[in-house]
């Protein structure tokens, strides 16, 4: 989501729209979605386990109550980062809701700039803040993709094929998570925890006896 400041300030405080590519929807076409403002997915993410919202963080309870987790983390982050900002470069008082503190951070900001009162480092630190908060937030609404893998877990204290959640649903004991943008992949056994990463998911395929192309997991330095 690599977007100018001003771009981020409407996306975190007013809905927006996006056009997903015809990869990204399965489809023959591209396809328009619309999107609340990002400060009000992280309250839903915050209010609400974003896997059962249909955010894609699977069935697992674990993995929701960490992204749960995730979103309380990361909405104290930016609203004591704009508060704290708001009452350095201003002197009246910062907007109660957080959407508002947003907006009066980016109009008191661009105001110091265009009276030259504020240094061109700082200027630019301080802007570079609303392009990244877009950034997590969206990682917290589209949490990793999970994937089940076929077979036993190598962990001889293990050896579990299938697994069964706090919901009474059954699948693979094995899984993997693979971060959208990014080449961070985990695989992990929901039976006892054990995780494989980076060069370990090399073993893990061969215990499992998948297919390995070694050129691309060079390449991407697994």
């Known amino acids: 989501m690599m977007i100018s400041p001003e771009t981020a300030v409407e996306r975190l405080t007013r809905p927006w729209s996006d056009v997903l590519s015809p990869d990204e929807t399965g489809l023959d076409k591209y396809l328009p979605v619309d999107y609340p403002p990002l400060l009000d997915m992280l309250n839903d993410a915050c209010r609400n386990s974003v896997g059962e919202s249909g955010g894609g963080a699977g069935g697992d309870p674990a993995t929701?109550?960490?992204?749960?987790?995730?979103?309380?983390?990361?909405?104290?982050?930016?609203?004591?980062?704009?508060?704290?900002?708001?009452?350095?470069?201003?002197?009246?008082?910062?907007?109660?809701?957080?959407?508002?503190?947003?907006?009066?951070?980016?109009?008191?900001?661009?105001a110091h700039h265009a009276a030259k009162s504020i240094p061109e480092t700082e200027y630019a630190r301080i802007r570079s803040f609303f392009g990244r908060w877009c950034e997590q937030v969206w990682k917290i609404y589209e949490p990793p993709t999970v994937k089940e893998l076929v077979g036993q877990c190598p962990n001889p204290d293990c050896n579990a094929s299938k697994y069964k959640?706090?919901?009474?649903?059954?699948?693979?004991?094995?899984?993997?998570?693979?971060?959208?943008?990014?080449?961070?992949?985990?695989?992990?056994?929901?039976a006892c925890s054990w995780e494989w990463r980076d060069g370990q998911l090399r073993l893990l395929g061969a215990w499992l006896g998948a297919e390995q192309d070694d050129e691309f997991l060079d390449a991407v330095g697994l």
């Open 64 to 110: 929701r109550s960490l992204l749960n987790l995730e979103a309380h983390q990361l909405r104290e982050q930016i609203d004591g980062s704009v508060r704290a900002w708001v009452s350095r470069l201003g002197k009246g008082k910062c907007e109660p809701e957080l959407s508002a503190a947003v907006v009066q951070l980016a109009g008191m900001l661009q």
């Open 165 to 190: 959640d706090a919901a009474g649903d059954v699948g693979a004991a094995l899984i993997a998570f693979y971060v959208r943008d990014s080449s961070a992949v985990t695989a992990k056994c929901r």
